[in-house]
Nanobody, 125 residues
Framework: QVQLVESGGGSVPAGGSLRLSCVGS???????LGWFRQAPGKEREGVAA???????TYVDFVKGRFTISQDNTKMILYLEMDSLKPEDTAMYLC????????????????????WGQGTQVTVSS
């Protein structure tokens, strides 16, 4: 069965950096992988995605600061976060589109059929 397990979250001051990891298991291929975040009382929002060709997509508010990458051999998804801001504080979740061909975008939660439990990122002022 498919499993996605995030790690790497923590508390950092504004301007700091964190590297999140998501270890996948139970699958050998995917359509695309992504990172989402959700703060209390707010909607879950897409942050970054990478497809099976290595093409990356970022939401505007993280461009130039976050980098998504993957290790296809080990099936690990990464999110390098630099120049963190207090507004980046949220639970970060990784997600995967595995054999799912619905007509949804890679930064939309409806475009994914598997989710991890999340790792908390807190950025202080």
């Amino acid at each position: 069965q498919v499993q996605l397990v995030e790690s790497g979250g923590g508390s950092v001051p504004a301007g700091g950096s964190l590297r999140l990891s998501c270890v996948g298991s139970g699958f050998s291929s995917y359509r695309w992988l992504g990172w989402f975040r959700q703060a209390p009382g707010k909607e879950r929002e897409g942050v970054a995605a990478i497809d099976n060709f290595g093409l990356t997509t970022y939401v505007d508010f993280v461009k130039g600061r976050f980098t998504i990458s993957q290790d296809n051999t080990k099936m690990i998804l990464y999110l390098e976060m630099d120049s963190l801001k207090p507004e980046d504080t949220a639970m970060y979740l990784c997600a995967a589109n595995i054999g799912y061909y619905g007509a949804f975008g890679r930064l939309s939660r409806e475009g994914y059929n598997y989710w991890g439990q999340g790792t908390q990122v807190t950025v202080s002022s």
